[in-house]
């Protein structure tokens, strides 16, 4: 290997003889956005200059300087991740980067949220974030699973795209009935949220129902009083109580016992005692005594013990409980921060209870409150955390702020932008747009297919009733490998006849000029010095393969150079972190 | 003595750095110097094999059966070739049972999945603020000096995630693969020249983001671009090719994943890797448990890790290896309405064997009920302490996490001593 290696450099540096005119890069032809739509100026919004005034006070606080600005390729880069899954095309990052305007950053901002062009990716990337929120990335992929798939992804893309007010969002998954697939009489999609969480006396329904919209672990507290937190084995069984009306009918394909899909459906529940208008349920205590439990909400609200549904739809009061919650406000809030700066104020971001004390109490509840009085607005509320200060601060450490790092086990303090790995949703996604083969991939149905099969490679199921799972897309070897080799980087690197490459190598651009523009595709700026000069050297290498071949090689050696490049920057820390 | 893995790595990251060509040269250098000795490291080189009972295993059920009791069920004890008493449906197990010993008196407080996966792999309860090392990790991170000639990764998860490597950082990650031993995307099929060419601009790149200051992430990103070279071009990878195995020998260990698995693990130790994990899930049986453990766990499990501790034994490896037994917790004796046993962490068994282990008995005592531990209770800390020091490690051992906290090796917990008198 070495010795292959120091051949190749030193015969390199002596036969480096290639010249590359370097041209600085010019913005012809592109088109400009639509800067006539009147924007909110950011100065005018008081929850902006609120949270920049909170912001400040903790770094002053901790005596830490924020870090410098990001540059406007990396922040662009960031907001196209963040809200659309993907980076930004070339096209799109220089639409950006040439804006002149003090209000470019929100005019992007507003762009991406409402210009029509992009709902759908908006959408898109909010439902897969949502899918793995509601049922995690195996949901729906097991064994002779009752989940839809596709049918809660349809349900959460209709509701992203009109940006449904995100408490009729929580209340409509809480409160689902309904047929789980897609063209099935009765179809809500919603009810997938729920299909497979009804086994075991409904134990996960109320442990992902209490974790995901209230921000609060009850899981452990299904056997006894949590050791560490606040929340009493009883809380637990009067949470569950809400679900008992609740079923999973299983609807079989016609003449077969094979279960095409499931129906969810509200029935009188008689309760575990004799008396349904009384429907208790009844749990034990780890010294073997047993208690009854009726429905009771976390904040102490009681709601009539019947079990009949013409007396009371304990679903349909949980959904009204929760959403007339603080609780719903504050754990929203605390998730979005988190997916848009890499931690939220609390660790993880959906465990807050007392015990668990956020790292910006007084910004996470105006964050919350404002978010209420904002009709629980999300686009209003990705106003706010992508236009804060934290959000275009660069991932740069100084001296001064080089200690604020959450992996040290700091609570964040957000003085510079947190390095984090894309999501293999986001690498797929990127790919497929920054190769321009996103366009010929079939209907949205098969190409989500497409991509769900891809991910399926990176999920291992823990195999427990409580369906835990992780991902091998994490940077460990796996990852790597596949980068380095695997079957969607094959696919990004072509370069036959129709391919991004062979597209690129066509071009009438200079070679400085082609190599530019995949560094901006993949990383939204320019190649440095070195970087430009080692690409001279895999492209004159590959010129040397050429004569040696007799050009008898099929791939002209400008083409094989920039699928060497493009291969390069793809597997670069660069490329793969969102920074 | 104190260590920390960051700063080390680093430094050894940056001299990586050091040359333009600097991709492979150093660790060939270092290789060669050492490998005068890996005759002699390898002769004594210690390892270990955590068979890991996903979903919590029902123990009562398995090694500390209550024959009698009203919680009982209904399998019976038989004899063994150890001290212990065994469920019937495990016969091959029981005829080596003079190599392992039943830790009876496991007594714990997580009975949540997650929580107690955690807490049995590292020996800490979970935390917001620092991510602990798994066994493999830190026993990976320990025996790492016995084998310089290491190319492929020293902690491998068959069939299932394991638990990070937490402070220690991404290079003491757990390779995960599948039980068929097929690892994806191992050839680029492209020559090795220009394999190369490609490494070495890919370096200007990874140098140029890591001199930013921009964190850990992008340093961690590196170094896994390394070991994944290493492990592409590595003769050492056909160690999971359990393929190669006679149809014989694979038939003894089963013909299913965790059979299959449990072979790959001796191939691994054979071949070098410090700590092998193999997952058997489908232990959570809340519903109709016996049915379930005698027609498919049980019989699994018997034929597999029989094989195992039967075949290092005929190899002369079962002294320098470890086998531990395990899963997040046990099941309770009340069987429940849907004929099934529920989570249960205050009184349940593990197994231990190998290397400095005693084998062939029991170690503590539950009740006649088998609801609590009327012995001396361990907990994992224990465990984990037993296990290192059957490795050799010593439990002086401190690490410094991230946030320069010392912390030592499996959270202090106490050697369990009658597993090594």
Redesign the interface.
């Known amino acids: ?2 010795g ?3 051949a ?2 030193g015969s ?1 540096v002596t036969v480096f003889v290639c010249v590359i005119t370097w041209a600085m890069a010019g913005t012809e032809g592109l088109a400009a956005p639509d800067a006539t739509k009147s924007i909110p100026d950011p100065a005018t919004q008081p929850q902006l200059a609120k949270i920049e005034e909170l912001l400040r006070r903790s770094w002053s606080d901790y005596g830490l300087s924020p870090a410098s600005r990001a540059t406007d390729g990396e922040w662009c880069r960031r907001v196209y991740l963040d809200l659309l899954g993907r980076v930004p095309t070339v096209d799109e990052l220089q639409a950006f980067t040439t804006l002149r305007e003090r209000d470019k950053d929100a005019q992007l901002v507003e762009r991406l949220l409402t210009d029509s062009l992009y709902t759908e990716e908006y959408a898109r990337n909010f439902t897969t974030l949502w899918t793995n929120i509601l049922i995690g990335r195996n949901g729906g992929n097991e064994d002779r699973s009752l989940t839809n798939r596709a049918g809660l992804q349809k349900y959460l893309r209709d509701s992203f795209a009109r940006n449904k007010p995100y408490d009729q969002l929580a209340r409509e998954l809480i409160t689902a009935t309904g047929a789980s697939q897609p063209g099935r009489d009765g179809f809500n999609g919603a009810v997938n949220f729920l299909a497979m969480k009804l086994a ?1 006396d409904a134990m996960l329904a109320t442990a992902d129902t209490a974790r995901i919209f209230l921000g609060l672990q009850v ?2 507290t299904q ?2 009083n949590h ?1 560490f937190n606040e929340w009493k084995q009883n809380q637990y069984w009067e949470l569950n109580a809400f679900f008992r009306q609740t079923r999973s009918l299983r609807r079989f394909e016609a003449g077969t016992n094979e279960v095409a899909y499931i129906e969810l459906a509200d029935q009188d529940f008689g309760g575990e005692g004799t008396t349904p208008q009384d429907a208790e349920i009844y749990y034990e205590l780890r010294n073997g005594q047993v208690k009854a439990a009726y429905p009771v909400f976390v904040d102490g609200t009681k709601i009539s013990t019947s079990g009949y549904l013409a007396d009371v739809r304990r679903r349909g009061e949980l959904g009204r409980l929760v959403t007339d919650s603080e609780y719903l406000s504050r754990a929203i809030v605390n998730r979005m921060w988190g997916q848009f700066l890499g931690y939220g104020f ?3 971001v959906d ?1 807050m209870g007392p015990h ?1 004390a956020p790292s910006h109490p007084e910004l996470l509840d105006y964050l919350a409150s404002e978010f209420r009085a904002a009709n629980y607005d999300l686009k209003t509320l990705i106003r706010w955390i992508t236009l804060n200060p934290a959000y275009r601060l660069s ?4 001296k001064s702020n ?1 200690s604020d ?1 959450p ?5 964040p303090k957000f003085s510079h932008f ?4 894309l999501r293999a949703e986001e690498l797929y996604e990127s790919l497929l747009v920054a190769t321009q083969a996103d366009q010929n991939k079939g209907s949205y149905e098969e190409r989500e297919m497409a991509k769900n099969e891809w991910l399926r ?1 990176f999920t ?1 199921a ?5 369906g ?1 799972e ?1 991902t ?1 897309f ?5 990852q ?3 980068m ?3 079957e969607l980087v094959k696919e990004a690197t072509r370069v036959d006849a129709d391919s991004f490459l062979s597209r690129v190598a066509a071009n009438p651009m200079s070679p400085a000029k082609k190599i530019e523009f995949l560094y901006l595709a993949a990383l939204a700026r320019k190649p ?1 010095r ?2 430009i000069d ?2 001279n ?2 492209w004159e ?1 590959r010129a040397i ?1 050429a004569r040696r071949d007799h050009g008898s090689g099929s791939i002209p050696p400008g083409a094989a150079a920039l699928q ?2 493009w ?3 793809l ?4 490329f ?2 969102n ?1 | 003595m104190v260590y920390t893995p960051y700063d080390m790595s680093r430094r050894h990251f940056m001299r990586h750095l050091a040359g333009a060509a600097a991709w492979a040269v150093p660790a060939i250098t270092l290789t060669q110097s050492l490998r005068a000795h890996a005759e002699q490291l390898r002769s004594n080189r210690k390892a270990a094999i955590l068979l890991w009972m996903g979903g919590g295993p029902s123990t009562i059920d398995l090694w500390d059966l209550k024959p009698g009791a009203a919680t009982g069920g209904p399998f019976r004890p038989i004899a063994t070739t150890g001290d212990a008493q065994i469920c019937e449906h495990l016969p091959m197990i029981a005829a080596q049972m003079k190599h392992l010993t039943v830790v009876r008196s496991m007594s714990t407080r997580e009975a949540d999945h997650q929580r107690g996966r955690y807490y049995m792999h590292t020996g800490y309860v979970p935390s917001a603020s620092v991510e602990h090392p798994s066994y493999g990790s830190v026993i990976a991170h320990e025996l790492a000096d016995q084998r310089p000639d290491l190319e492929i990764p020293p902690f491998v998860a068959v069939g299932g995630g394991s638990v990070g490597p937490g402070f220690l950082g991404m290079s003491w990650a757990p390779f995960v693969v599948n039980s068929d031993g097929r690892v994806k995307n191992l050839e680029m099929g492209l020559d090795r020249q220009r394999v190369m060419q490609r490494m070495a601009a890919l370096q200007v790149l990874e140098k140029g983001f890591i001199d930013q200051d921009r964190g850990l992430a992008a340093v961690d990103h590196a170094k896994m671009l390394d070991k994944t070279l290493s492990l592409m071009t590595s003769k050492q990878m056909e160690a999971f090719k359990v393929s190669q195995e006679s149809d014989a020998v694979r038939e003894r260990y089963g013909n299913n994943g965790f059979g299959r698995g449990c072979l790959m693990a001796r191939r691994l130790v054979e071949a070098g890797v410090s700590f092998v994990e193999v997952d058997l899930g489908g232990w959570d049986n809340h519903q109709n448990i016996f049915p379930t453990l005698q027609d498919d766990k049980l019989p699994t499990l018997d034929r597999a890790m029989s094989a195992l501790v039967e075949d290092l034994d005929q190899r002369g490896m079962f002294n320098d290896t470890a086998i531990i037994w395990m899963g997040e917790f046990g099941r309770t004796p009340r069987i429940n309405g849907d004929s099934g046993r529920d989570h249960f962490a205050r009184a349940w068994s593990v197994v231990v064997g190998g290397a400095g282990f005693q084998g062939g008995k029991v170690v503590g005592e539950t009740s006649d009920d088998g609801a609590s531990v009327v012995s001396e209770p361990y907990v994992s800390q224990d465990l984990m302490a037993s296990v290192c020091h059957a490795l050799g490690i010593s439990l002086d051992r401190t690490f410094t996490s991230r946030s320069g906290r010392p912390m030592k090796i499996a959270n202090s917990g106490k050697v369990i001593k009658d597993l090594f008198a």
């Open positions: 290997m070495t292959f290696f120091s190749w450099w390199a075991d899981q452990c056997c006894h050791p609390t660790k993880p465990d668990n991932s740069r450490t100084t080089a790092d992996l040290m086990g700091e609570p947190y390095l984090r790995q490679q291992i823990f195999g427990t009733d409580e835990d992780t091998t994490n940077g460990s070897i796996p790597v490998l596949m380095f080799n695997g440095t070195p970087e080692v690409a050297k895999l290498a393969d060497d490049v291969w390069v920057l597997n670069s820390n660069e793969i972190l920074h």
